[in-house]
């Protein structure tokens, strides 16, 4: 039997005349090589498992400046997923001292213990001074997740809001 996997490795179940080591099969770096097909179902099962997916949230158009407020955008999950990372990213910038503070709410709570902050004069949650920490990690299927904005900056200029959500499937 021979089977692709993502990546467009070939592996085959057929003799064992060339085997495939753990780490090959792990690594996906099987082609025309025996796995057996207790290692072949292991494989294809922890892979699919594990899927890391990416969801991005427009909280707010992209010439007008963001105000403070509640549910400032809302999706519902479309699977359950366990959170590894939250982002924030905008187009333009604060330019006046303070930070950009964003909420993710599941069911009306929130799911980060410190919130999102963006820094003034930086485009990205990515380097921080305070990172974001996830008190909540497990997303459920069909879950209502808000976005709140509950700071601007002084000079409140920020638009073009984009909230990243990272996590296993």
Do not use: H, W
Request: hydrophobic share 40%; proline share 3%; glycine share 6%.
């Amino acid at each position: 039997m021979s089977v692709r996997v993502s990546g467009g490795a070939k592996v085959t179940t057929k003799t064992p005349t060339n085997p495939a080591t753990q780490a090959e099969a792990d690594a996906l770096l099987v082609t025309n090589k025996y796995i057996s097909p207790k290692t072949l179902k292991s494989l294809l099962d922890t892979k699919q498992a594990t899927r890391t997916v990416v969801i991005q949230v427009a909280c707010s158009d992209l010439t007008t400046s963001l105000t403070t407020g509640l549910s400032k955008a809302y999706f519902r999950m479309p699977y359950a997923l366990t959170l590894t990372e939250v982002r924030a990213s905008l187009l333009t910038a604060g330019t006046v001292s303070g930070v950009t503070t964003i909420d993710i709410n599941e069911a009306g709570t929130t799911i980060l213990s410190t919130k999102l902050t963006i820094d003034f004069t930086a485009k990205t949650s990515v380097g921080a001074a305070t990172p974001a920490v996830i008190s909540d990690a497990a997303l459920a299927d069909d879950a209502i997740i808000t976005i709140d904005i509950d700071v601007v900056t002084g000079g409140a200029v920020e638009k073009g809001l984009i909230v990243t959500l990272i996590g296993n499937r």
